[in-house]
């Protein structure tokens, strides 16, 4: 008896990353002006630039720039249905030695991104697939594991959906971890293609 298997995937979820886009010397840069820019003060936890919107500051044009060329190789290397993706808040997250930061997700966004200055502690995500989670009778396998960890690399860029639960591992470093992270929505004509509901069909603009 023969057989064949034929393996169909359904229902992804994509992680997409980038390295090379940033010279050692820009890193180096960028890093320098991250440490100068007003932090939370909180003990014992990441610390976050108050600034949000650092996509507006000049100094962040550069990389805001390949932020946008990747998120735009994704819409079409996808075939998102959208004019373009639009950065709504970027700003840059710093964990001293021994801290580490909670699980979470970033609402009101559709892409969400690190930028990674620095290596360290992994960024940890989170199996989205609730029956998966439910299930009775868990067994291991390497695709399907509760929790996956992806290690941090100075100029990698990692973009991901937003609602995809995520966490930083104690940075168990001498030195701080730098990352800037932003946020993405689409923007322009949305769900054009669309021919079963013009309830989804949208113009989304963003406002300053």
Same mark, same amino acid.
């Given at each position: 008896?023969?057989?064949s298997?034929k393996?169909?995937?359904l229902f992804?979820t994509?992680i #997409?990353e980038s390295?090379?886009?940033?010279?050692?010397?820009?890193?180096?840069?960028l890093t &320098?002006?991250c440490k /100068?820019?007003? %932090?939370t003060?909180e003990?014992y936890?990441?610390?976050?630039?108050?600034?949000?919107?650092l996509h507006?500051?000049?100094?962040?044009i550069k990389?805001?720039?390949?932020?946008k060329?990747?998120?735009?190789?994704?819409?079409?290397a996808e075939?998102?249905d959208?004019?373009?993706?639009?950065?709504?808040q970027?700003?840059?997250n710093?964990c001293?030695?021994?801290v580490a930061h #909670?699980?979470?997700?970033?609402?009101?966004?559709f892409?969400?991104?690190?930028?990674?200055l &620095?290596?360290?502690? /992994?960024?940890? %995500?989170y199996?989205?697939?609730?029956?998966?989670?439910?299930s009775?009778?868990?067994?291991?396998?390497?695709?399907t594991?509760?929790?996956?960890?992806?290690?941090?690399?100075?100029g990698?860029?990692?973009?991901f959906?937003?609602?995809?639960?995520h966490?930083?591992?104690?940075?168990?470093?001498d030195?701080?971890?730098i990352s800037i992270?932003f946020n993405?929505?689409p923007v322009g004509e949305?769900?054009t293609?669309?021919p079963?509901?013009r309830?989804s069909q949208l113009k989304?603009?963003?406002?300053?």
């Amino acid at each position: 008896m023969s057989y064949s298997i034929k393996n169909v995937s359904l229902f992804p979820t994509l992680i #997409h990353e980038s390295h090379g886009m940033f010279k050692e010397e820009y890193i180096e840069k960028l890093t &320098t002006i991250c440490k /100068s820019l007003e %932090f939370t003060s909180e003990e014992y936890t990441v610390k976050q630039s108050i600034d949000s919107y650092l996509h507006k500051d000049d100094r962040f044009i550069k990389v805001c720039t390949y932020a946008k060329a990747l998120l735009r190789s994704i819409k079409v290397a996808e075939v998102y249905d959208t004019t373009d993706f639009e950065i709504t808040q970027m700003w840059v997250n710093i964990c001293e030695k021994g801290v580490a930061h #909670h699980q979470h997700w970033h609402a009101n966004s559709f892409f969400s991104g690190i930028i990674y200055l &620095t290596d360290g502690a /992994s960024t940890v %995500f989170y199996d989205p697939v609730i029956g998966r989670q439910m299930s009775s009778l868990n067994v291991w396998a390497e695709t399907t594991q509760p929790a996956i960890p992806l290690e941090s690399e100075p100029g990698l860029i990692r973009i991901f959906p937003s609602y995809l639960q995520h966490k930083t591992m104690p940075n168990n470093n001498d030195e701080d971890r730098i990352s800037i992270s932003f946020n993405a929505i689409p923007v322009g004509e949305v769900n054009t293609r669309n021919p079963y509901s013009r309830l989804s069909q949208l113009k989304i603009s963003q406002t300053e």
